[in-house]
């Protein structure tokens, strides 16, 4: 319950403070990023120093150094859950903000001598929808500043909510849900936020509209996504004007003529015999950060989370984390210019998976895209490939040369579920956790989109594992 998280949150926030000076470890991508910010924000106004630290994961080189500078507290943010008995080992004085699903023989409890953990599976709430790593650290960010008073909170509850959507936290029902729509009303309360049903496709505030279809892979447009001219094409066939004195963006667009895409874009889907529930997913809900200027990537929580990640991913996190702390100067531009080299690397991502297509197993699919994807961004690609390759609805499961600080030569593995899998029993986040054991690499994170790294030469060996898990779950839950 989120009461028991919030109380939860209060003694976590009594332990940070009793420090003068923290370590903010974090993990690099949107939500890690907006988590830092977060706590980072909370930790000014408490008069705590901080530095911060961005990784990719929690293994026992980055663990390691942290336990060599030896900081009198780290907090660890939307990472850490799944490597809490490590932390102890090392002897690292700690709190945890994590949502990813704690590992299984972890047995930890909640508040250790030097481990405070605060996670919402922790108290019944599912970590991969109902609250982010943002989310988790704004209810200890809100519960070390509650004696301050509120005013000091404006802008946190956008970062959670850029953070929550960085997660896709809000695909399962088309809206944030649970915990994190707790936090969106506190936003909209402050009028820092503010929420509708719009069109799905990235790109609202700031890329010509028949870009916004070009480039939809969530739902994917058949006979649309990827093919420009049929985009142009179909925008002017409903009538629509395409330049004024530039393209025409979305939020350019009278909401007459909104409605007229996206009811054209039903019509056109339904005749191509997409199902009606997939029909619907040309619209949800959309969330704008009211404080920022309209036409920005910043006024959008999707766009923003894109941004971020297009720094963070890069090596480059700490950019994206001076545009959360309020840079709108130089990091701003510098991250500007890293989202189009980003939307290039997706772009050459996908066209990748489309021509050299997937290996399909009786429960997973997968593709090993080598050198040819930046291993950081090699889940996002397989996130927007989903719904374009394959024949069957089977996890979908990603390798690519990981650039680890290691001397051996390792994978990374990315793997995306469905809706639809999870109900059938799957859980990636465990079955990956456990095949990735079973061949001495660490992995883990939640049900819908999960991660690995293993040892290169582990890859089938993997998979055949994996696959086996995997039909496990499945398997339990259709007998049982
Ligand atoms: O580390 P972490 O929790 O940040 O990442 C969550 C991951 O789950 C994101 O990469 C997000 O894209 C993925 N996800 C997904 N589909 C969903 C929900 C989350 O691919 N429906
Ligand atoms: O890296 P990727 O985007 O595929 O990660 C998907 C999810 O799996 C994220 O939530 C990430 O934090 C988690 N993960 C993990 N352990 C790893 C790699 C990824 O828990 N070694
Ligand atoms: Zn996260």
């Known amino acids: 319950m989120l009461s028991e998280m919030t109380k939860h949150a209060e003694r976590c926030a009594e332990i940070v403070r009793l420090t003068s ?8 991508d949107a939500d890690g990023l907006t988590s830092a910010a977060i706590i980072g924000r909370a930790l000014e106004d ?5 530095s911060t630290v961005f990784v990719k994961q929690l293994g026992e080189t980055e663990l390691s150094k942290i336990a060599d500078t030896n900081p009198p507290l780290t907090i660890f943010t939307d990472l850490g859950s799944g490597v809490l008995s490590e932390i102890k080992e090392l002897g690292i004085t700690a709190v945890v903000s994590d949502h990813h699903q704690p590992s299984t023989t972890d047995t930890l409890p909640a508040r250790d001598e030097l481990i405070s953990h605060l996670n919402p599976h922790l108290f019944g709430l599912n970590g991969s929808r109902e609250l982010s790593g943002s989310g988790t650290t704004f209810l200890l960010a809100q519960a070390l500043s509650r004696e301050r008073g509120g005013d000091k909170k404006r802008g946190l ?28 009303k506190i936003g909209a309360e402050n009028r820092e936020l503010s929420y509708a049903p719009d069109i799905a496709f990235f790109g609202k505030q700031t890329r010509p509209i028949f870009k916004l279809l070009e480039y939809a892979t969530d739902p994917y447009l058949i006979g649309l996504t990827g093919n420009e001219d049929a985009c142009i094409a179909f925008l002017k066939g409903v009538g629509i004007r395409l330049q004024g004195e530039r393209w025409r963006r979305w939020i350019d667009l009278e909401k007459k003529e909104k409605q007229r895409i996206v009811s054209s874009l039903i019509q056109h889907q339904m005749k191509k015999g997409v199902s009606p529930q997939r029909l619907e997913r040309v619209v949800q809900e959309v969330y704008t950060l009211e404080d920022e200027t309209e036409g920005t990537e910043l006024r959008d929580a999707q766009e923003y989370s894109t941004l971020l990640n297009a720094t963070a991913r890069y090596d480059r996190a700490e950019i994206g984390f001076n545009v959360c702390m309020g840079d709108r100067g130089g990091a701003l531009e510098e991250a500007e210019r890293l989202l189009k080299e980003h939307r290039r690397n997706l772009v050459s991502g996908m066209k990748f998976v489309k021509e050299n297509g997937v290996v399909e197993l009786e429960h997973l699919k997968y593709f090993d895209a080598g050198n040819r994807i930046r291993d950081t961004i090699v889940g996002i690609v397989a996130g927007m490939s989903h719904s374009i390759i394959g024949d069957r609805d089977l996890p979908i499961v990603a390798f690519a040369r990981a650039s680890t600080p290691h001397e051996r030569e390792e994978l990374k593995v990315s793997a995306r579920a469905t809706q639809h899998l999870i109900h059938k029993g799957l859980n990636l986040g465990a079955a990956i956790h456990i095949a990735a054991e079973k061949v001495n690499g660490t992995g883990g994170g939640h049900d819908i989109a999960a991660g690995a790294t293993i040892p290169l030469e582990t890859k089938d060996e993997f998979i055949q594992y994996l696959n086996e898990e995997i039909k496990k779950q499945t398997k339990k839950q259709t007998t049982g």
């Open 157 to 184: 509850p956008s970062l959670a909510v850029v953070g929550a959507v960085g997660d896709l936290q809000h695909l399962k029902d088309g809206r944030l849900t649970g915990a994190n729509r707790t936090i969106l």
């Open 21 to 28: 000076e923290a370590l903010v470890v974090s993990h690099i």
């Open 46 to 50: 408490a008069g705590i120093e901080y």
